[in-house]
């Protein structure tokens, strides 16, 4: 592909400038490979318009750090204006938004909380014995997510265009709205007879499973959102619109849903009054057909019931970490990963086997070593990961 120079943007506090300047020093081996560039607002000119410098860029940057902080939570600007327009971006596919946890700070229930934070599972970067250690370990989470998106604009280059002479392949839909939260991962491995299972279920339109959408049910790191994200990918032609909601808590579910409004041009989305939007986007679904509604972390069943259109017409599909349905939903389980599949996982994502490659090609020794592995690890997806 072209050298892209992937723009990275900082939204942060000023409280928090001394931590930043300390993170780019450690982005400067991407900066020499000239791999990214970085904008703050410290970049802005003299007699520049420091609200209009920081729109553009906020509009053009690939990647968004959000520095999370107390300080970052209570500054209005950052959280009205530069997180408002981060999180939209995010959930257009248009950028990838990152929260790196500076400081404690209660962030559980915020609008980035479904977002994968850095350092690795949220350890504030101040609480770290070694901060140099904490922003290496930053680092390498920025340098996964700059991989995935230079692989994201390198098919997008790639990709020919159709001609318009050209008849579509038969079913296939043009994908008008699309707020899934994640790039498609190209380290997705097996899952196939799930996945069909899913594509089964959701394709069999008969008032059972309108009304008992399946759910993907297992453990935590099992692999369940990854496991959707690939669905979404996969069947995305069969939809005119992919819809994502993240339903870790009541509060999330709320202003997802209230995105969606925005997203979908409801004449309700800017009512003061809530319940209104709520209510207009639960209509808008059973009205509308052609699209899949994906809610992720519906741990708790009976809260996301009532975000649910009553009489579908579209396709749902939800996540969760519960055992028991509740006659709510369609239970298909997700076990954790074979040896053979997770051998392939952990060499695929570790970049010691290329994905044409067959496992009968590697050495022994390697073998076994990955083996050993993903039994000590359980053949948890994530925790391969």
Not at 108 to 131: E, R
Not at 259 to 288: C, G, H, M, Y
Request: net charge positive; glycine share 4%.
């Amino acid at each position: 592909m072209a050298k892209t120079n992937l723009e990275i943007f900082f939204s942060y506090a000023h409280a928090d400038e001394a931590l930043r300047n300390q993170l780019e020093k450690h982005l400067g081996s991407l900066k020499r490979q000239k791999r990214i560039i970085t904008w703050y607002d410290r970049n802005i000119p003299p007699g520049g318009e420091w609200a209009s410098e920081i729109g553009a860029h906020l509009k053009t940057a690939h990647i968004i750090l959000l520095l999370i902080s107390p300080d970052f939570i209570d500054s209005k600007y950052c959280w009205s204006t530069e997180l408002k327009k981060a999180i939209q971006r995010h959930n257009a596919g248009e950028a990838c938004v990152i929260p790196i946890i500076v400081r404690p700070a209660d962030w559980k229930k915020t609008p980035f909380a479904k977002l994968q934070a850095l350092p690795t599972n949220g350890k504030p970067i101040s609480t770290w014995s070694n901060i140099d250690e904490a922003l290496l370990n930053v680092v390498e989470g920025i340098q996964r997510a700059v991989d995935v998106q230079r692989e994201k604009i390198s098919i997008s280059v790639s990709k020919p265009t159709i001609q318009a002479s050209k008849v579509p392949k038969k079913g296939a839909i043009s994908v008008q709205r699309w707020n899934v939260p994640f790039p498609r991962n190209l380290f997705f491995t097996g899952r196939e007879e799930v996945l069909e299972h899913l594509h089964t279920l959701l394709s069999t339109r008969n008032t059972a499973f309108i009304s008992q959408p399946p759910a993907i049910s297992g453990l935590g790191g099992i692999g369940k959102t990854q496991t959707a994200v690939e669905y979404a990918y996969r069947y995305q032609q069969e939809y005119q619109y992919v819809l994502w909601l993240q339903a870790n808590t009541r509060e999330t579910l709320i202003s997802d849903v209230v995105t969606l409004a925005n997203l979908l041009k409801l004449p309700e989305k800017d009512v003061e009054d809530q319940s209104r939007t709520i209510e207009a986007v639960i209509r808008w679904f059973e009205q509308q057909t052609n699209w899949l509604l994906i809610v992720d972390n519906a741990d708790d069943l009976p809260m996301v019931d009532a975000f649910l259109p009553r009489n579908s017409r579209g396709h749902i599909l939800l996540t969760t970490r519960s055992h028991s349905m509740s006659g709510r939903a369609q239970r298909v389980d997700v076990e954790a990963m074979g040896a053979d599949e997770g051998v392939l996982f952990l060499l695929r994502r570790a970049a010691l086997m290329p994905p044409d490659r067959a496992l009968v090609s590697i050495a022994d020794a390697v073998r076994a070593q990955a083996t050993a592995i993903v039994q000590t690890l359980g053949g948890l997806p994530l925790a391969l990961d």
